[in-house]
């Protein structure tokens, strides 16, 4: 988050190094951070793998991945020569020591060429069960000893219940200080996610009616066309709630319910955050079916295209009872919000692939207007589109023009592309120059997850000790299992389902 600090010379040490989030995410956002001008002079990626690949392989498959994903598109060719210099590739097994040693000894080497106190970035984009023995191995071998400079980078999934994140902290602890440790939650590096922040706390406008006297409910949808792909094995483990809900979904709450920051500071950010998921109400066990509800997706049509149902995908079990669409209604029980719904959803090969923030609030207290006059009416409703389209809605009534007095629903619109001319960086690379800078307010605290673990663990029991028989229950290009509906219908409300908007500002009908 800082924009003013430069990053002191770094070695960033990629375990699964050739990988897909390295050619995918990692050395794209790298790069860009290169032809931006952030990263440090002296600066080298270590590639870690087990293909059978040299330098010059490694870097042109790495050079093919940023044409392919970074958001500036192909890479010019000087530019790309002098990035990659930076750049080389080491075929190991990360289960042996030597590979410690070595990697140790490649460190020592630059660490003379530069001099000075060096980052040491080991990033792990492997699998979970991965984890403790590389994080082992590596403060085994002596690299992690400077607290300030030597830093871990583990991707999600922390855990997979609350008990198992916390023995993956317990030893990680062994070897690391908390301020070592970022754990990535790459929804919090996302611009309109930090824009949250900005939107809450830089304005004076919304705060004071920022609270359960005047916000009816709010809603927080994460629905992706895409289905799992390839990441079958990966998604079996896991399912929606565990790969949305419990990290980018409650990360958004937080964001939306928490208390004003006195600085933003690391933890003082942190710290506001975990307050919200302490004052989550408890689901019990027995009210789970009230406040959750869960979906498989069926075959259907995306687009024009047929899409194949879950059941039906690469590495997926025949009977698989996994979700791919979660549901779930919190409460937060604090003065700001008591008793104020903060509905969150999420979902694979649904009709739309829209992330959206909706702040509803309450209606005036008294209609003056005639029945007539307000047949089109809409609540007031503060919408953040988080992707594809990035920007604020604010909707509210205006009378249509003409003779007679007729309300009609509008919006005001903030849009980035329209507003921005700059292009905005990717998630990835905002957390990888924080990690570079030490700065650890974008990560996941120990705390934190376990708060949210704590909060999901009823529902994960519930869902495991009972398979669905009505899986798979909505079709591909939905959105989602009418249950969904259900859950929030019981309190008179409704699932806003908004395509990307067009930029022509017409109201939503
Ligand atoms: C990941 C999940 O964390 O987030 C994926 O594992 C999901 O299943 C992805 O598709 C969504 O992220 P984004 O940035 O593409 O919206």
């Known amino acids: 988050m800082d924009a003013i600090k430069k990053a002191g010379p770094t070695v960033i040490v990629i375990f699964g190094g050739s990988g897909d989030l390295s050619w995918r995410k990692l050395v794209p956002a790298l790069y860009n951070l290169y032809l931006d001008k952030w990263l440090p002079e002296n600066f080298a990626v270590l590639g870690l793998g087990r293909k059978d690949l040299n330098d010059t392989d490694f870097r042109a498959h790495l050079h093919e991945g940023i044409d392919k994903f970074s ?9 790309w020569d002098r990035f990659a210099k930076c750049i080389t590739y080491f075929k190991c097994d990360l289960s042996e ?3 410690y040693t070595n990697v140790g ?17 080991f990033y792990l984009a492997v699998a979970p069960e991965f984890i403790e023995e590389i994080s082992e191995k590596i403060g085994n071998a002596g690299l992690t000893t400077d607290k300030k400079h030597h830093r871990i980078v583990i991707e999600k999934p922390f855990g997979r219940d609350l008990e198992s994140a916390r023995a993956l902290d317990e030893s990680l602890s062994k070897i690391f200080d908390e301020g070592q440790i970022f754990r990535i939650d790459h929804f919090l590096g996302k611009e309109t996610v930090q824009n949250i922040l900005a939107f809450r706390f830089a304005n004076a406008l919304f705060e004071p009616i920022w609270n359960r006297n005047y916000i009816d409910h709010v809603q927080i949808t994460v629905s992706e066309q895409l ?13 929606a709630l565990r790969d949305m809900i419990q990290n980018h979904l409650l990360q958004l709450l937080c964001l939306i319910a928490m208390e004003p920051p006195v600085t933003f500071d690391g933890d003082e950010v942190r710290n506001r955050k975990v307050d919200v998921l302490h004052a989550l109400r408890r689901i019990k066990i027995d009210d789970v079916s009230r406040y959750a509800v869960r979906g498989q997706y069926d075959e259907g049509w995306i687009e024009g295209q047929k899409v194949p149902g879950y059941r039906e995908e690469q590495d997926v079990a025949k009977d698989s009872n996994t979700e791919t669409f979660a549901a779930v209604k919190f409460f937060i029980d604090n003065w700001r919000w008591q008793d104020v719904p903060f509905y969150l959803r999420t979902g694979k090969r649904m009709k739309d692939s829209s992330s959206l923030i909706a702040v509803q609030f309450k209606p005036v207290p008294h209609q003056s207007f005639q029945n007539e006059t307000i047949s089109n009416l809409q609540p007031n409703r503060l919408i953040m ?3 594809p389209t990035m920007g604020i809605r604010l909707q509210f009534q205006a009378k249509r023009p003409g003779l007679k007095m007729v309300l009609n629903p509008v919006e005001m619109q903030f849009d980035y592309k329209e507003t921005y001319t700059t292009g905005t960086p990717e998630a990835y690379e905002i957390l990888l120059l924080d990690v570079m800078l030490g700065d650890t307010s974008l990560f996941m605290r120990a705390d934190q997850l376990e708060a949210a673990w704590s909060m999901l663990d009823p529902i994960i ?19 989602g299992p009418e249950e969904a509906e259900a859950l929030i219908a019981k309190y008179g409300h409704t699932w806003l389902n908004l395509p990307p908007v067009k930029n022509d500002n017409k109201p939503q009908k």
Not at 231 to 237: D, H, I, L, N, S
């Open 385 to 387: 589109n988080i992707q």
């Open 71 to 79: 958001r500036r598109g192909k890479a010019n060719q000087d530019d």
């Open 461 to 479: 029991k519930v869902w495991e000790e009972n398979p669905s028989i009505s899986f798979p229950n909505y079709a591909s290009g939905t959105q």
């Open 227 to 239: 289905g799992v792909e390839k990441r079958g094995g990966y998604y079996e483990t896991a399912g």
């Open 97 to 99: 020591d030597t590979t």
């Open 105 to 121: 000894n490649q460190i020592k080497q630059l660490e003379k060429d530069w001099k000075g106190d060096v980052n040491h970035v």
